[in-house]
């Protein structure tokens, strides 16, 4: 077995320096070719590409490759090893099988749906189905152009010929910095599915935590624009996270797959430009205040809850009858003229407005009704021969032209969503009552925050639709493809407001029903997005195996699942086992000063362990800055996150559980984890289930006192640790 691990090590440490020689090579003639500095098109993007190569291979002789496949096609003679890595490189001789494969071109797929088997195996290739057999797979990890590692996870001469988890458990072992890093030596066979899934769908991807739907989505991106190069560009394609310091968290993954310049975006930010507005920020914190922050009970969420209400298509059909109804009435009633004796008549009008101009949207249909109107005019001011009389009617004829003008409906978005609400005076052939099917909550609320000048971020689909009525799209560069990660907090007016954005439906939408905690604005059951698309527009996907947290962490959220949300989506555990979920509770009950020392203690503990994250999630934002005020005394850099955070600097944290969504650390203190401050309650019990799938490798759960039902009965169900490390007590 030794010997065996020996040769291997050597083989692959004699293919490096080959490989190395090689890169160095093709390298030196890139330099040595002069750079273009002159003004010819054709040379100036030749020099572009060159530049690029020049840069990707001297990254690439860090770590020129990941992965080692052996196949052997059905109707080729000899097996080949395929070296597998983040960029290709061909080799000088074009006859030549490449240097390095580019994880995403077709043969590289093998290398992550292989599941092993005797059975031979298969990939697309642009020619057809290719056949064969796969001989080994194995992974290899290069730093610095130094071989460190040679792991064998399927190999059809071993004894055991099946594929093993070993390489990615070692993987997973690592600890994580402030950043989440790129997969593509460990991709999972489920994973590959959806990130080469073709581009002109709207995957709808539902993930358990941790099952890599945010890394997944980002490799996706990479793939595609390998895929469809002649069809997409990176900068038409956008990614839409949560918060801006989520997209810094995962801001290093892209670059690290060799790619540049795609959106990344919060959709109140990207709206709010589309619509030229300034989003009033408070807004957010209030919401958040509501839902997370204020002790007692919450109101309960009903399809009348306003957030759910104003995301629901319901809104969207209000909405398109109101702007008919303007467009049907938009042609002021009688002739126009301009001055005495000239004449328009109002068929006329409505013939242009109602046939000629009717392709048009209402706001550039008017644009164009008003023009005509303008040469109108004009040719009717030719007809006159008098200087003085001339003068008179130009000067009228202008005046009367404006006034016309204004009697039109106002195209304005805003003014139409408040007139919808009857915040504003409405148009006179409209009902003074507001259409029957808003509910009074919503319509109370909406008016009186309209009626303040407030905006919601519930409010902008709304506006961004009647944009595109009013003015429609064919100005807009639509987007090549749109990521929606966290897609269970959008609602499904949100994502077909985007789908107006973006071409042939090319959506990647990820998310997890277990983490909706903010079920008061989004979906409750993904049906509600996918029936925005045809069946043969969507596709769904499901993944139910989870990388990030040990075995133990798992099972106890999949506890916390089954007993507060009685949820059927269960996570299925890597083989990665770690130490137990450790329950402590404060050792002078609830008493604060009990409670700080004790917290202080367990981060104490944690921080002097190898673990390079270490987050404590408390359940407000007050809570977490009072901690964070405290725990400051004792470590120089601690940092409290809250919702305003653009950048996120990883080492210690103090946040409120709300904000730790889609973040992952090292180790996990979750504070006050008892019935005073977590309710028994399924609202409760998803936040529980989001602060505890944020550990990888650790998680403590410090209480001060009884715990909500559905943590009793996790810790029943899985073998968990009670109270202080015996070596570690204070
Ligand atoms: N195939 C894989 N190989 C190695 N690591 C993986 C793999 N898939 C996911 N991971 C790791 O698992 C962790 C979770 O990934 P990610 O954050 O993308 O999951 P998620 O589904 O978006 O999680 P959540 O919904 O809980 O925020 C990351 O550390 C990621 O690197």
Redesign the pocket.
């Known amino acids: 077995m030794e010997d065996n691990f020996q040769s291997a090590y050597q083989e692959e440490e004699d293919r490096l320096n080959g490989a190395l020689t090689e890169i160095d090579s093709v390298l030196e003639k890139l330099r040595a070719t002069p750079v273009y500095t002159g003004h010819d098109y054709t040379e100036q993007a030749l020099e572009a590409s060159r530049d690029q190569r020049r840069k990707d291979l001297a990254k690439l002789r860090q770590e020129p490759y990941f992965g080692r496949l052996d196949f052997q096609g059905s109707d080729e003679d000899g097996r080949k090893a395929l070296y597998i890595g983040k960029i290709g490189v061909d080799r000088e001789q074009v006859s030549d099988r490449p240097l390095v494969i580019d994880w995403r071109a077709p043969v590289a797929s093998l290398f992550y749906s292989f599941t092993g088997g005797t059975e031979p195996a298969s990939y697309d290739a642009p020619d057809g189905l290719i056949e064969g057999l796969v001989y080994l797979k194995r992974n290899v990890v290069i730093r610095k152009q130094i071989l460190e590692r040679v792991a064998d996870t399927f190999n059809r001469e071993s004894d055991a010929p099946a594929v093993s988890d070993e390489f ?1 458990v070692y ?2 072992g690592e600890n ?1 910095d402030n950043r ?2 790129d ?1 593509v030596s ?3 066979e489920e ?1 590959d599915k959806i990130i080469r899934a073709a581009k002109n769908t709207a995957l709808i991807i539902q ?1 358990v ?8 989505a980002l490799h996706r991106l990479a793939y595609l624009l390998y895929q469809y190069k002649e069809q997409v560009l990176a900068e038409r394609m956008i990614i839409f996270a949560p918060n801006r310091m989520f997209l810094d968290y995962i801001s290093d993954v892209l670059p690290e797959l060799g790619v540049g310049n795609i959106m990344q975006s919060t959709f109140p930010d990207w709206a709010s430009n589309v619509l030229g507005l300034t989003l009033a920020h408070q807004d957010a914190a209030e919401t958040l205040n509501r839902w997370f922050e204020a002790s007692g009970a919450l109101p309960e969420i009903t399809d009348e809850t306003p957030g759910r209400f104003k995301g629901s298509t319901l809104l969207m059909e209000i909405i398109e009858s109101s702007v008919k109804l303007l467009e049907d009435s938009a042609v002021p009633e009688g002739d126009f003229s301009p001055w005495e004796g000239a004449v328009l008549r109002r068929a006329t009008i409505l013939h242009w407005h109602n046939e000629e101009y009717s392709p048009y949207p209402p706001a550039k249909r008017k644009e164009r009704v008003m023009a005509r109107i303008h040469r109108w005019i004009e040719m009717e001011l030719k007809k006159c021969s008098s200087a003085s009389i001339l003068k008179d009617r130009k000067k009228m004829g202008a005046q009367r032209e404006k006034a016309y003008s204004s009697k039109w409906p106002k195209y304005v978005p805003l003014t139409i969503y408040k007139q919808i609400f009857r915040a504003v005076k409405t148009p006179e052939d409209w009902s003074a009552e507001p259409p029957a099917i808003i509910p009074a909550s919503v319509l109370k609320e909406t008016r009186g925050d309209l009626k303040k000048g407030n905006l919601r971020e519930e409010d902008l689909p709304p506006l961004l639709y009647i944009h595109y009525l009013l003015f429609g799209n064919d100005d807009v560069i639509k987007f090549d493809h749109i990521v929606i990660d966290e897609a269970q907090d959008f609602s499904p007016f949100q994502i077909a407001v985007l789908d107006l954005f973006v071409r042939g439906h090319s959506f990647t939408i990820l998310g ?1 029903l277990s ?1 909706g905690i903010h079920a008061y604005k989004g979906v409750h059951a993904w049906e509600e997005m996918q029936s925005l698309f045809a069946p043969e527009h969507t596709a769904y996907h499901s ?1 139910t195996r989870s ?2 947290s040990t075995m133990e962490i798992i099972d106890f959220a999949n506890g916390i699942l089954s007993a507060g949300v009685g949820s059927p989506l269960l996570a299925v555990p890597v083989f990665r086992s770690g130490n137990p979920v450790r329950l402590i509770p404060y050792r002078e009950g609830s008493a604060e000063e009990g409670r700080m020392e004790d917290i202080t203690s367990a981060l104490k503990m944690l921080s002097t362990r190898e673990y390079r994250t270490v987050a404590v999630l408390t359940r407000s934002l007050k809570d977490a800055e009072e901690l964070h005020a405290r725990l400051t005394e004792y470590f120089d850099d601690i940092n409290l996150i809250d919702g305003s955070m653009t950048e996120y600097k990883g080492g210690l944290s103090v946040l409120p559980l709300y904000l730790s ?2 973040l ?1 650390f090292d180790a996990v203190i979750v504070a006050d984890a008892d019935l005073k401050h977590y309710g028994d309650t399924a609202w409760d019990a998803k936040l529980m289930y989001v602060g505890c ?1 944020r550990a990888l490798h650790e998680l403590w759960l410090l209480q001060g006192g009884k715990l909500p039902t559905y943590l009793e009965s996790a810790a029943l169900a899985v073998e968990t640790a009670t109270g202080w490390p015996v070596e570690e007590a204070r």
């Open positions: 990615l993987r997973l994580k989440l890093r997969i460990t991709i999972q994973q993930g935590a941790g099952s890599g739907k945010t890394t997944v997890d983490q993944l990388y990030r969504k889609g992952e799938t």
